[in-house]
Structure formats: structure tokens, C-alpha cells
């Protein structure tokens, strides 16, 4: 079946480490994007890609990085850098010239 | 894109409909409405979207009023399943868009927690 997936589900890091959280879309999307959930509230949008080697900033994007080497994967690296780490984080995808983004099912990540 | 207003929270009983509230007052011409939910520790699911005219899919229903400054959107028969925040999101079409540069940004706000009770 096609969709998208994130591993692991559940992350537990040491403060002060990288770690980079893994999507991977079997639809053939070319966009695709990286938001964060804190408890309570909406998401906010990290990083977005449109194509292969091409990405932009979305609104919080200080101190994470991304890359998009394939059309498949577009890997989050949560960095030390970034000061309040531990969230759910979605990555989505979607059609070019589409608008309807299919989610994948989240990563918790708890920094201690 | 425009600015959304919804309900922090409403109850349903199972079987009987949901309507769901979002206040849209300045939204502009080229701009639609998009419905998404999120079950508690999944990612966000797709509903339905409309401009102007009301639709339907096996989902749900989306009625827009005719300023188009409000919209609703409607589970027929709600089950308990359907327990979900759910996301009132106003934003251009990307094909609309003039700016490829943009994306497909989606604006989520903190939405309404629909609760169907048994």
C-alpha cells in the first residue's frame, strides 16, 4: 500500500546530541514537509521541499536541518542547537499543484 | 492566507451529526477552505476543501455561506471514531499561486476538539 512512513515512533535522546528522525513516501510526491507539535496546540512547519535537492525554511527552522537527496526521503536532523527539542514531529506529503497533504503517523521525541 | 476562529472544544452524541463552526471573515477571492482532523497521536488527515460552493466526499460535508465569511463543516451520522481535533484552514490553491517558491503551506491553528459520546 502506498503512504508515508516515520521511524521510530517513540525517541529518546540525551540533551546535547543530534538526531536525525527518518520519512520515507512510496506515492511519488514531489513536495514534502516537516512540522512540529507541541501539546495543545496546531502545527508549525519546519522545513518543506518541492523537489529533489531543493528545500526551503518554514517558520521554526532554527536549529534543525534537513536534506532531500531522493525523492522517497526527506530526513529531519533535530540538532543540539535547537533549544526545546522534545515534540511530535509529522512529516507530510504531497502532489505538486495539489493541495490535499497526506501525514505520516509522528515521531515523539523526548529529550532529557 | 486568512485567519481562522474556531471552537476550542465541542460534544457530540454518536449517531447524530456534528457541525463544526470556522469564522473566515477576511478571506480573500482566490482563497479556499480546508477541513483536516487529527486523532489524538496520529498525524492530521485530510477532510474535504471547497471556494464557494458547498461539497460533499463520504467524509463529510462543507457548506460555506454565500460572503463566504463562515463555513461548517458536517459529519452526517458522527461515531466515535470521529473524536478528533479537527482544523478550519483557509489558504490560495497552489495551483493559484503565483509564487512556486511558496509551497503547499498549510496554516494550522489550535482547532476544535470534537468529542462524540456514546
Known amino acids: 500500500d502506498g503512504g508515508i512512513t516515520q521511524s521510530p515512533k517513540y525517541l529518546f535522546r540525551k540533551e546535547g546530541q543530534n538526531v536525525t528522525l527518518s520519512c520515507e513516501q512510496n506515492?511519488?510526491?514531489?513536495?514534502m514537509y516537516w512540522y512540529r507539535q507541541d501539546p495543545g496546540q496546531g502545527l508549525r512547519l519546519i522545513y518543506y521541499s518541492q523537489i529533489v535537492n531543493d528545500f526551503q525554511k518554514g517558520d521554526i527552522a532554527e536549529g534543525y536541518s534537513v536534506s532531500r537527496e531522493k525523492k522517497e526521503s526527506f530526513p529531519l536532523t533535530v540538532t543540539s542547537a535547537q533549544k526545546n527539542p522534545t515534540a511530535f514531529y509529522l512529516c507530510a506529503s504531497s502532489i505538486t499543484r495539489r493541495d490535499e497533504q497526506y501525514f505520516g503517523p509522528g515521531t515523539r521525541l523526548t529529550v532529557t | 492566507d486568512a485567519k481562522t476562529t474556531q471552537p476550542p472544544s465541542m460534544d457530540c452524541a454518536e449517531g447524530r451529526a456534528a457541525n463544526l463552526p470556522c469564522n473566515h471573515s477576511?478571506?480573500?477571492?482566490?482563497?479556499?477552505v480546508y477541513w483536516y482532523r487529527q486523532i489524538h497521536s496520529q498525524g492530521p488527515q485530510y477532510i474535504i476543501h471547497g471556494l464557494k460552493n458547498n461539497e460533499t466526499n463520504e467524509m463529510a460535508s462543507l457548506i460555506i455561506t454565500e460572503d463566504r465569511k463562515s463555513s461548517t463543516l458536517i459529519l452526517p451520522h458522527a461515531t466515535l471514531r470521529d473524536t478528533a481535533v479537527y482544523y478550519c484552514i483557509v489558504r490560495v490553491a497552489k495551483s493559484r499561486d503565483v509564487s512556486w517558491t511558496s509551497g503547499s503551506r498549510l496554516t494550522f491553528g489550535e482547532g476544535t476538539q470534537l468529542t462524540v459520546n456514546p
Open positions: 477576511t478571506i480573500s477571492g482566490n482563497e479556499y
Open positions: 506515492l511519488n510526491h514531489d513536495a
